[in-house]
Nanobody, 113 residues
């Protein structure tokens, strides 16, 4: 299973980005999909997750600003990020969890103040 994350970039504070994560070699259906991030010098942390049934959970720091979604037909997951803050700067990783756990390669999000 391979996950390809994309959509990162440089954005000013208050701006928006949409991350995508496309899976190959496996289907999204029946699996939990999540986004994590790792800022310089910090541990990787869970940003948002979505179950196979569509239930979502978010880190307190992103609630109300980020939205996770999935399109099982396209084997793709998304993270819509609005009202970005400099503290959101990190490498963002997608993860797919079923019988195994798979990680994408990461995409860098940089938010300038």
């Amino acid at each position: 299973v391979q996950l390809q994350a994309s959509g990162g970039g440089l954005v000013q504070a208050g701006g928006s980005l949409r991350l995508s994560c496309a899976a190959s070699g496996s289907t999204f259906s029946g699996k939990v999909f999540a986004w994590y991030r790792q800022a310089p010098g910090k541990q990787r942390e869970l940003v948002a997750g979505i179950s196979s049934g569509g239930s979502t959970n978010y880190a307190d720091s992103v609630k109300g600003r980020f939205t996770i979604s999935r399109d099982n037909a396209k084997n793709t997951g998304y993270l819509q990020m609005n009202s970005l803050k400099p503290e959101d700067t990190a490498v963002y990783y997608c993860r797919l969890v079923g019988s195994g756990s798979y990680w994408g390669q990461g995409t860098l999000v940089t938010v300038s103040s």
